[in-house]
């Protein structure tokens, strides 16, 4: 029985060192794995137009980033990915989401006393927000997902920064929600702009 055991445990690490996900320890949520079925269903449907439309999305909402309008520049990545799905969209439109929500939280607390941001849907939220944007864009990364060429240096920024905001709801989901969110912690995981 036991050598079927290690057969079986055998077949499952090789099994597992084929899917980055598994490979890289990172296992996919629901919500994420979701996401990139119905972008694997879409792929052969795309068009030239459909590719040419998110990219000057991404454009767009690079401009916006690079101004700190994070407001527009959610729009456009957001906008981006349902005409042509792709990893550079998933990814800055979470991180531009945060940094939106950063900005506006400290010129909110600037000079206030009390909790600009607690924890009342702060962890649901950010996990939505993962689940639903870093982790697919870079699941996409992981799949060598077509027309996704982006440099190893934005692309280990955003896993960091992934990683960081993963330990934050891990951290804020064992407090009451009344707590107070640090906004340090979160200026920390989302570190320099993604893009200059």
Not at 13 to 27: E, H
Not at 139 to 153: E, I, K, N, Y
Request: proline share 5%; with cysteine; net charge neutral.
């Amino acid at each position: 029985m036991s050598t079927i055991l290690n057969s079986l445990l055998f077949l499952a690490l090789l099994a597992c060192a084929f899917v980055p996900a598994c490979a890289s320890g990172q296992t996919l949520s629901p919500e994420t794995q979701d996401t990139l079925d119905a972008i694997a269903a879409r792929q052969p449907k795309l068009t030239a137009a459909d590719r040419a439309a998110a990219r000057e999305l991404n454009v767009k909402g690079d401009r916006a980033y690079r101004h700190r309008r994070y407001d527009a520049a959610f729009t456009d990545y957001m906008n981006s990915y349902p005409n042509a799905p792709n990893a550079y969209a998933y990814i800055m439109s979470g991180d531009t989401y945060w940094r939106g929500v950063l900005e506006y939280q400290q010129s909110q607390s600037k000079g206030a006393s009390g909790c600009p941001l607690d924890n009342t849907d702060f962890v649901h939220i950010l996990s939505m927000n993962l689940n639903q944007e870093q982790k697919v864009g870079l699941a996409l990364v992981d799949r060598h997902f077509p027309g996704t060429s982006l440099s190893p240096g934005f692309v280990q920024r955003a896993r960091e920064e992934t990683a960081c905001l993963q330990a934050m709801a891990q951290k804020y989901a064992s407090l009451p929600a009344s707590s107070c969110i640090d906004l340090k912690l979160l200026e920390h995981c989302l570190g320099a702009p993604l893009i200059q």
